[in-house]
C-alpha cells in the first residue's frame, strides 16, 4: 500500500559508479601530483587515444574541448560555421567566442542530427567549418556530410559529446572530422562530474592544441626535453582537468563497454515495451539507422504534439517520474540575433523539438524501469478512453 501511494521517485539520472573512483582518487592524493597531466590524466589519455586512434587531450569540459576546436581552426570574426540548431549551447559558444558567425541548420526528422539537404542553403564564401553533433549517440549521415565539406573545401568538426563508443559504418564518431570532442558531463554515459575530451584527428593540429590546452605555452616540449624553458608562444587557456578528476575518470573508462551494455541492455526494454504500441497512440519511438550503432544515451519519444508532450512531463512529474526534454532550438533563442544567422525557417527543429521528451535512463533503473514504461502506457490509455 505504502508503496502505491508513495513510489520511490525516479529521477532522470543518476551517475553510475565502478565503485574504484574512490581507490583512484586515494590513489591521487597519496601520489602528491592534484594538477593536469600526472599519472592518471596519461592513463585516461592513453587509454582514449588507442580507442580513437588518434591523439586525444582530456580538458575540464566538452565546452572547452570545443573551445579548444574554435581556436584550432583560427576562427576570425568573418568566418562563418554551420551547425544544427538543435543542440546545447555550448556548441554555439565555441564559434561565437572568436567572433565568427553561427550558421544554423535544420534537422532530419528521423535522427534530428542535422540534415545534410539543408547544409547548401547555409552555405556562404565566408563558410569555414561544419560542426556535426551525434544527437543520442546516433551517427549522423556521415557519407553526404564528408562529402559536402570535401567539395566545399570545409573543415569538419564532430561535437560528439553523447557518443562515446558509437559507430558509423563500423568507425567511431568523432574520428570523422579534423577533430572530435566528448563530455564526460554527470549526465553522459561516462563521467568524472565535469569533464571532456579533444580527440585529434589530423596530426598536424597535435603540436598546437597542446599549446592551447596549457594556456598558450609549450611546457609540453619542455617536459619532454624539446627546448630548455617553456614560454608562451601563442593563445590558448586552460583547459586541463585536475588529476583528481582524471583519477574518477580512469576508473570510469576502464568500465566504458560494460557500462555501455547496461545502457543499452535500458534501451532495448524501452523499445521492446514501447515500440509496438507506438502507431496507435500516435507517439513515436527512436529509429536508429541501420549504419548507426548508438551507445544507449538517450531513449526519447516524440509525442503527437506539443500540448501532449507538457501534459506527459506535468503527469510523470505527478506520480514521481522526472521525464525532460531538450533542447530549446538555438536558432529561436535570445542569444541567436546577436551571434548567428539562419538561411530561413527550420520548420523540422521548430516542431519536433516542442514534441520530444526524454525517459529516465542509467543502468541502475533496470528494476524500476517497467514503472515508467507502464506509466507511458497509462498515459496514453486514459486519454484515449475520455
Ligand atoms: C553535454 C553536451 C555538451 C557540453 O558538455 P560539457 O562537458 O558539459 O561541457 C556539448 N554538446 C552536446 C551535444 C552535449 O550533449
Known sequence: MTSEAFPIPIPFNIPHLTMREADYMADCLARGHLAGNGHYTKLCSALLSNLYGSEVLLTHSCTAALEMAALLLRLQPDDEVIMPSFTFSSTANAVALTGATVVFADSEPRTMNIDPD????????RTKAVLVVHYAGVACDMDRIMAFCEKNGLHLVEDAAQALGATYKGRLLGTFGALGTLSFHETKNITC???????????GLVDR?????????????????????????DIGSSYLPSEILAAFLYAQLERHEEITNKRLDIWNAYDYALRPHAAEHGFITPDVPQECRHNGHIY???????????????????????????????????????????????????????????????????????????????????RSNS
Open 300 to 382: 526519447h519519444l516524440i509525442m503527437p504534439d506539443a500540448a501532449t508532450r507538457d501534459d506527459f512531463i506535468a503527469h510523470m512529474r505527478s506520480i514521481g517520474i522526472t521525464t525532460p526534454f531538450h533542447f530549446v532550438p538555438l536558432h529561436a533563442a535570445p542569444a541567436a540575433e546577436r551571434y548567428s544567422r539562419s538561411p530561413g525557417a527550420l520548420p523540422v527543429v521548430e516542431t519536433l523539438s516542442a514534441r520530444l521528451v526524454r525517459l529516465p535512463l542509467y543502468p541502475s533503473l533496470a528494476e524500476h524501469q517497467h514503472r515508467v514504461t507502464e506509466a507511458v502506457l497509462e498515459f496514453f490509455q486514459s
Open 209 to 233: 592544441a597542446h599549446i592551447i590546452q596549457e594556456k598558450g605555452t609549450n611546457r609540453r616540449s619542455f617536459l619532454n626535453g624539446l627546448v630548455d624553458k617553456y614560454s608562451w608562444v
Open 193 to 203: 562530474g565535469e569533464g571532456g575530451a579533444l580527440i585529434v584527428n589530423d596530426s
Open 118 to 125: 539543408s547544409l547548401e542553403a547555409a552555405l556562404s564564401p
